[in-house]
């Protein structure tokens, strides 16, 4: 039956439908010419398709193998596989494994304070669908997405929280699903900018909570916990112990940029 249906002629479109599609064709190129793509980093036009433009993409970072597989920072060689870095084995996270699409330079730090300050809400695809491929090995196994939470107050002045709206594009992309509220920020924390390692770390001690009704979104499932940037990791280690300690089986990290030292030998 369905070869049948498959070799019957498709039916001719009809005039209708072909000036339609004509008239839908010239009004793009129309508003293009008029609203010429931007490239979402310096704001020059874009000839053709969407992204960053040829100079910002040359100048965007990108972390790719080889890497340290905890850790997800980049090494200078290839050192084989499974090696970690000194910084994992010598500090080892609370997560399982972290994996971001760039380092924290110039072009990656526009787009994500164009996307957390700027409502550039536009950019979320494009950082989305980075982070979906840098991501793949992570998403493969994962049960469930967890967003950063942001507290209500925090949240309530932004009026979105930008792990969220990466984490719907990521879930549209990979079938993964998002729970909202596994994860919950209780304490209104001052800014992690400006702060050293140790003083990040205590500033979100106890910051975050899996609420008691919401634990079987939690218990025994494989979660990738997915926000901006990861800097020192204080913020996503906080997260991931409070995962941890209401029962999830792991917790991997997936953020679009990552700060990374000066590089040194893996061990």
């Not at 107050?153 to 009026?159: G, I, L, Q, S």
């Not at 909202?180 to 990040?200: C, D, F, N």
């Not at 940037?229 to 997260?239: F, H, I, P, Q, R």
Request: charged share 25%.
């Amino acid at each position: 039956m369905n070869e049948l249906v498959s070799a019957r002629p498709d039916r001719p479109e009809s005039y209708a439908a072909r000036f339609r599609k004509s008239m839908q064709a010239v009004f793009q190129v129309a508003l293009d010419f008029a609203l010429p793509q931007l490239c979402p980093s310096c704001r020059e036009p874009v000839s053709e398709g969407k992204g960053l433009c040829a100079p910002c993409w040359s100048k965007l970072s990108l972390i790719e193998p080889p890497y340290c597989m905890r850790l997800g920072i980049p090494f200078a060689f290839d050192p084989g596989s499974g090696l970690l870095s000194m910084e994992a084995i010598a500090n080892p996270p609370a997560y399982n494994r972290a994996r971001a699409v760039a380092r924290y330079d110039d072009v990656a730090s526009t787009l994500v304070h164009g996307l957390k300050y700027s409502d550039r809400l536009d950019l979320s695809p494009m950082m989305g669908r980075w982070m979906a491929r840098a991501g793949r090995e992570l998403l493969a196994d994962a049960d469930a997405l967890v967003p950063v939470p942001l507290h209500w107050r925090r949240r309530w002045a932004r009026r979105y929280n930008q792990s969220a709206v990466l984490s719907r594009e990521i879930s549209a992309i990979c079938g993964v699903p998002i729970t909202y509220g596994g994860l919950k920020r209780i304490r209104a924390t001052p800014q992690q900018v400006g702060r050293s390692r140790t003083e990040r770390a205590d500033n979100v001690q106890g910051a975050f909570l899996v609420p008691p009704d919401h634990k079987v979104e939690v218990a025994g499932r494989r979660l990738v916990l997915v926000d901006d940037v990861l800097t020192s990791g204080a913020t996503v280690d906080a997260c991931t112990r409070a995962l941890l300690r209401a029962g999830a089986a792991q917790v991997d990290v997936l953020v679009f940029a990552r700060v990374v030292a000066p590089a040194r030998s893996p061990i």
